[in-house]
T-cell receptor, first 115, second 118 residues
Framework: GDSVTQMEGPVTLSEEAFLTINCTYT??????LFWYVQYPGEGLQLLLK?????DKGSNKGFEATYRKETTSFHLEKGSVQVSDSAVYFC??????????????FGAGTRLAVHP | EAGVAQSPRYKIIEKRQSVAFWCNPI?????LYWYQQILGQGPKLLIQ????????DSQLPKDRFSAERLKGVDSTLKIQPAKLEDSAVYLC????????????????FGSGTQLSVL
């Protein structure tokens, strides 16, 4: 079945460091791909998405490119801030889901940014 | 705009007891989801409603879990009887998705109900 694999955390960085969180997926066809973020004490919220191969999603300085050839959707940010400390979830929406919108999540990667 | 509301925020029960969680989605959202998030894992879909009909409950342990969305608005998820392995955060989400649209609509999540089964 469809699945998402993320790099294990926690990822600990100093402020202004470069961030990469790896995400790969297994799915039939071309699913839509997402990154959701969960800040402490809050619900998950959409960070960015890409719906077809070679699309780049971006938001708040974060970027991820849909790579069909490597089945990947790695999250990157050039300069992280303390406020980026959160848990990041990669997710996919299967192409064939009976016509209904559903999300399959990875295990999440905790990011801790220190001043 | 009001977000997805869930209650209670925390619940502690003993095994074999029953428990219920409530969710009120964003107004006008046709699709409602219940996810289970076990510590250290990603959210797993338990059940998905389109209006008041179930469209996916393939991962719902139906011998102990039940859910309803009677009027197509708010929803209740129940566990009876609870087991130790049910300890998790139960997330409710909603989406404006309607059948026939592209399957990449954003989901809006509530803050969740943290359940501890002792």
């Amino acid at each position: 079945g469809d699945s998402v694999t993320q790099m294990e955390g926690p990822v600990t960085l100093s402020e202004e460091a470069f961030l990469t969180i790896n995400c790969t997926y297994t799915a039939t066809g071309y699913p839509s791909l997402f990154w959701y973020v969960q800040y402490p004490g809050e619900g998950l919220q959409l960070l960015l998405k890409a719906t077809k191969a070679d699309d780049k999603g971006s938001n708040k300085g974060f970027e991820a490119t849909y790579r069909k050839e490597t089945t990947s959707f790695h999250l990157e940010k050039g300069s992280v801030q303390v406020s980026d400390s959160a848990v990041y979830f990669c997710a996919l929406s299967p192409l064939f889901s009976g016509g209904y919108n559903k999300l399959i999540f990875g295990a999440g990667t905790r990011l801790a940014v220190h001043p | 705009e009001a977000g997805v509301a869930q209650s209670p925020r925390y619940k502690i029960i003993e095994k074999r007891q029953s428990v219920a969680f409530w969710c009120n989605p964003i107004s006008g959202h046709a699709t409602l989801y219940w996810y289970q998030q076990i510590l250290g894992q990603g959210p797993k879909l338990l059940i998905q409603f389109q209006n008041n009909g179930v469209v996916d409950d393939s991962q719902l342990p139906k011998d102990r879990f039940s859910a309803e969305r009677l009027k197509g608005v708010d929803s209740t998820l129940k566990i009876q009887p609870a087991k130790l392995e049910d300890s998790a955060v139960y997330l409710c989400a909603s989406s404006s998705f309607r059948q026939g649209q592209a399957t990449n609509e954003k989901l809006f999540f509530g803050s969740g109900t943290q359940l501890s089964v002792l």
